[in-house]
């Protein structure tokens, strides 16, 4: 059966420091890939999306970037957190178009 | 990005009272599909709707299509504490890549 791990589950991180948050799924191969960030009592925003290894479409211009080393690996980046990348950051896979998608426990990041 | 606009944003409800959320869109979707998050978690399937005018049933869950495929429903009868969480809507249009999600709707319900 097929299962997505995201880490870690909460961070803490000062502004101006970097941020890698990793996403992996297991038991499928050629996933569509999603990175979501969701403020506090706010809905889910796309961030970046992947079909292949290497290739990302980003949705909304910002501090974070996100790459695809291998077919079941998504990572999401920053060089440097703002305040405003608080927020719960979700990892999301789906095998096709017209299946559902499946999402990691999600990371809390709180930017101090 | 595809606009999916979903009203109200917060709902509170009496428990065994009824719950409506609803998805707008400007363009014919392709599908349609509806989720559940529950505090503190992350958003879970409960169903996918494809037809124009389709309508599911998930026990005292109702789902349902519009006929132009540019909005849908979902219906909650005689709620339970049970149904507390935030409902999506979600949908890939005819891009078969992109997802997005509505705003969400959060249910409270007081028992």
């Known amino acids: 059966s097929q299962t997505i791990h995201q880490w870690p589950a909460t961070l803490v991180q000062p502004v101006g420091s970097p941020l890698s948050l990793e996403c992996t799924v297991e038991?499928?191969?050629?996933?569509?890939l999603y990175w979501y960030r969701q403020a506090a009592g706010r809905g889910l925003q796309l961030l970046f999306y992947?079909?292949?290894?290497?290739?990302i479409s980003s949705e909304v211009p910002q501090n974070l970037s996100a790459s695809r080393p291998q077919d079941r690996q998504f990572i999401l980046s920053s060089k440097k957190l703002l305040l405003s990348d608080s927020g719960f950051y979700l990892c999301?896979?789906?095998?096709?178009?017209?299946?559902?998608?499946?999402f990691g426990q999600g990371t809390r990041l709180t930017v101090v | 990005g595809q606009q999916v606009m979903q009203i109200p944003q917060y709902q509170h409800v009496q428990e065994g009272e009824d719950f409506t959320t609803y998805c707008n869109s400007s363009?014919?979707?392709?599908?349609i599909q509806w989720y559940k998050q529950r505090p503190g978690g992350h958003p879970v399937f409960l169903i996918q709707l494809v037809k124009s005018g389709e309508v599911k049933k998930q026990k005292r869950l109702t789902f349902q299509f519009g006929e132009a495929k540019k909005n849908s429903s979902l219906h909650i009868t005689a709620t339970q504490t049970t149904d507390v969480g935030t409902y999506f809507c979600?949908?890939?249009?005819?891009?078969?890549?992109?997802?997005?999600f509505g705003s969400g709707t959060k249910l409270n319900v007081k028992p």
């Open positions: 363009t014919t979707l392709s599908n």
């Open positions: 992947s079909v292949g290894i290497g290739q």
């Open positions: 979600a949908s890939g249009g005819y891009n078969f890549n992109k997802f997005y």
């Open positions: 038991g499928t191969s050629n996933p569509n």
């Open positions: 999301a896979w789906r095998d096709s178009y017209n299946t559902e998608a499946f």
